[in-house]
């Protein structure tokens, strides 16, 4: 089953835990990214998993082999439940993460799921710096690299889902660039509505701005809820 993840994109805390609140019991996850934990670092994250949320913190680390295990072991001792980290930080620096996830266990920790960013989704072919091929076509070779450092699963647009299901059966794929059709793109370029990443086989969906920018948060929650409930019934 889809599961769905509000990305707590906001400016304040007060709201953030507002809106984390009001739709408690209808999102499962709550993704904190580095507006949010820049401002209000550890103490948030303790906050909204108190609430019972599943955390994911979006901070997607890179930078040396070293640097990026030691951020992962500290990720998960402040709750993270799931962390992101460039792929185009190489072999060495994703296994090393690896290493250090499954490392948490001597701490009486539970291994945080290891998610690699392929291509964001803002990027439309022809805009990533220095990279001729398209977005999906380097997603792709990306996720092959994140599937053998034994990642968890990828960040990729929805688009990219099939043919990284094909290439690796049990890696998970986490979507971001969702757009229900009542919603605007935004600065997102690679978009789905969450019925069609359903069906594409999206396992994670996340949604920021069309959930918090409404009118009434919840009712456009329950909105997406019912969209990728609808899907996989039809998956059925
Ligand atoms: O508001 P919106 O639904 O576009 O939010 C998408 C969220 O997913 C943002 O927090 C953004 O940082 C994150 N994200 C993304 N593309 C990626 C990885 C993460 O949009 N490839």
Not at 128 to 142: D, H, K, V
Not at 187 to 210: E, K, W
């Amino acid at each position: 089953m889809t599961q769905l993840i509000l990305a707590l994109d906001v400016p304040e805390k007060r709201k953030a835990i507002d809106i984390s609140r009001s739709l408690l019991g209808l999102v499962p996850w709550c993704k904190i990214g580095m507006e949010m934990f820049t401002a209000y670092g550890p103490d948030l994250i303790t906050e909204i998993k108190g609430m019972g949320y599943r955390i994911f913190l979006d901070l997607k680390f890179y930078d040396i082999p070293h640097t990026v295990g030691r951020a992962v072991v500290s990720a998960t001792r402040i709750g993270a439940d799931l962390i992101t980290l460039h792929c185009q930080g190489g072999e060495r620096m994703l296994k090393e993460a690896r290493a250090a996830a499954d490392g948490c266990a001597a701490e009486g920790l539970a291994a945080p799921l290891l998610f690699g960013v392929t291509a964001l989704t803002s990027f439309a072919p022809g805009e990533m710096p220095g990279i001729t091929a398209p977005p999906s076509e380097f997603a792709q070779e990306l996720a092959d690299i994140a599937a053998a450092c034994g990642l968890d699963g990828v960040v990729c647009s929805a688009h990219e889902v099939p043919e990284i299901k094909r290439r690796h059966a049990r890696f998970a794929c986490l979507c971001p660039g969702i757009r229900p059709a009542w919603a605007a793109a935004n600065d997102q370029r690679r978009i789905m509505t969450p019925a069609a990443a359903v069906a594409a086989g999206a396992d994670y969906l996340v949604v920021g701005r069309p959930i918090l920018q409404a009118d009434a948060p919840r009712k456009a929650a329950a909105l997406v809820m019912d969209e990728i409930a609808a899907a996989e019934g039809k998956k059925l």
